[in-house]
């Protein structure tokens, strides 16, 4: 009897070895890889014999002639979550979630699903790690025990899609979480590659043609990535992942993918003993403790814009004496290479002398800002630290510094001025981005880096 085939597939990326080994040379991971029998491949080729049926010639028609899946949009009341999916859930759509344990992930559905419930759509809370009396005790905690919402314990892909295509379907459902998740024909314990891939798979494609709304939970890699086959990501339509610090009660949820609506869109919510409450206005929740900052160095407010809603955050620096040997960076909030291109720059040309010294980061409030934009903020939390030169406590800063040192323009400059004159900030330190252009805040432009610089080293920033 001839000996079934096998693979050795990586469990982190999904990558295929010929043999196994201790570390995936795809992604780096040790001790990942794990046998798998290889499921039957069809024959090679479509052949042209007796034994080969002919393929059916596709029926093609004009692109107005069809018709639009995306129809009216369901609003679960919860307006953080809302505006993070584009207005609302999509009939049909499949929606990843992940985040790291203890997140806060099955809250949130748990919430959202518990809303719509109440406004009379029919939802179905399917859990394949949790017994239904642990989400019981976890809807009375967050006073959700009286919505009519469908509760079941399971983890047979076959049964879960039986239920899709039943006369009684729901309308919205979630599956806690797809790596716990199995389908019978394929030959490997779940949560796997193969079976995470098999039951999005068979999953997604009920959804689509019941036009079901389907809320997928994932779990995530250390490195922060869903766990499972990168290939997850591009069959849903939508992924969210749920950001914040253990130490921070706030939560982001952020859009990285979206077919009905704007990407690196970010809800805020606040972790409270009743779940998680949506803020509303997360600027002022950000720089709350931020009163009595007057004097102290090294604090900037930075003007940024996450998906289409600006947000003011503080960036605070510390620059200190390093002892002899290699000084120390570290970066909390912010990525770590574009602040070595921030200290090169402000070392060439200005000349400040940053390489002898140990610099510390950190974006207050644990969110995570990625655009370049943050630049000219970050620079100037570095030079009030270095040279014990406050930032003027009402001035907000944005603009990206290129390798000449010339800060450059960014987007939506008077979207970013308008919400800092709304919380009370009269002075602003930007590129040339108005072209005479009026607006409410005293904006000082600065075309280049050693500006800035000269600006606190003459204490004319306090002017500013």
Not at 314 to 339: F, H, K, M
Not at 352 to 379: F, K, T, W
Not at 440 to 461: K, M, Q, S, W, Y
Request: net charge neutral; glycine share 12%.
């Amino acid at each position: 009897m001839a000996k079934a085939a096998e693979q050795y597939v990586c469990q982190s990326c999904g990558a295929v070895h010929g043999k196994w080994s201790g570390r995936c040379g795809a992604c780096g991971e040790w001790n990942t890889i794990s046998e798998e029998a290889v499921r039957e491949a069809p024959p090679k080729g479509l052949g042209t014999g007796s034994g080969h049926p002919r393929g059916r010639v596709l029926e093609f028609r004009k692109l107005d002639q069809h018709g639009e899946m995306e129809g009216p949009r369901t609003a679960s009341g919860l307006g953080e979550f809302d505006r993070v999916c584009g207005g609302g859930l999509v009939p049909g759509s499949a929606i990843l979630i992940g985040g790291d344990p203890g997140i806060g992930k099955s809250t949130i559905v748990l919430q959202v699903v518990a809303r719509l419930a109440k406004q009379g759509v029919r939802c179905a809370y399917i859990s394949g790690e949790e017994a239904p009396a642990q989400i019981r005790m976890r809807a009375r905690r967050l006073g959700l025990e009286d919505a009519p919402l469908d509760l079941a314990a399971a983890t047979s892909v076959r049964d879960i899609v039986a239920t899709m295509e039943g006369a009684d379907a729901p309308h919205v459902m979630v599956i806690d979480s797809i790596q716990t998740m199995y389908v019978d024909s394929v030959e490997s314990a779940p949560g796997t590659v193969s079976q995470v891939r098999a039951s999005a798979q068979e999953l997604i494609r009920a959804a689509k043609r019941r036009d079901i709304c389907l809320l997928l939970v994932g779990h995530v890699t250390k490195d922060g990535q869903i766990a499972g086959p990168r290939v997850l990501e591009h069959m849903v339509d939508c992924v969210l992942y749920f950001e914040g610090e253990r130490g921070h009660q706030f939560r982001i949820l952020r859009a990285v993918k979206n077919r009905f609506g704007p990407t690196d869109e970010i809800g805020v919510f606040e972790m409270s003993e009743a779940g998680l409450m949506e803020v509303t206005n997360p600027s002022a929740l950000f720089l709350a403790n931020r009163g009595g900052a007057a004097d102290i160095t090294g604090s900037a407010v930075f003007a940024g814009l996450e998906g289409s809603r600006p947000v003011l955050v503080e960036i605070q620096a510390l620059v200190a004496p390093s002892p002899p040997g290699s000084p120390r960076r570290t970066v909390v909030g912010w990525d770590g290479n574009r602040l070595a291109m921030v200290l090169a720059v402000l070392d060439a040309r200005c000349g400040l002398g940053l390489a002898g010294h140990d610099v510390y980061l950190n974006v207050a409030g644990g969110l995570r800002i990625g655009e370049p934009a943050a630049d000219l903020a970050v620079a100037a939390a570095l030079v009030s630290s270095m040279m014990e030169v406050p930032v003027p406590q009402q001035a907000v800063l944005f603009g990206e510094i290129s390798l000449s040192g010339e800060v450059r323009r960014v987007a939506q400059a008077e979207l970013r001025l308008k919400e800092a004159a709304k919380l009370g900030f009269t002075k602003a330190l930007t590129p040339p981005v108005l072209k005479g252009r009026k607006s409410t805040l005293a904006v000082t432009e600065i075309a280049r880096l050693p500006e800035l610089v000269e600006l606190f080293a003459n204490d004319g920033v306090k002017a500013v």
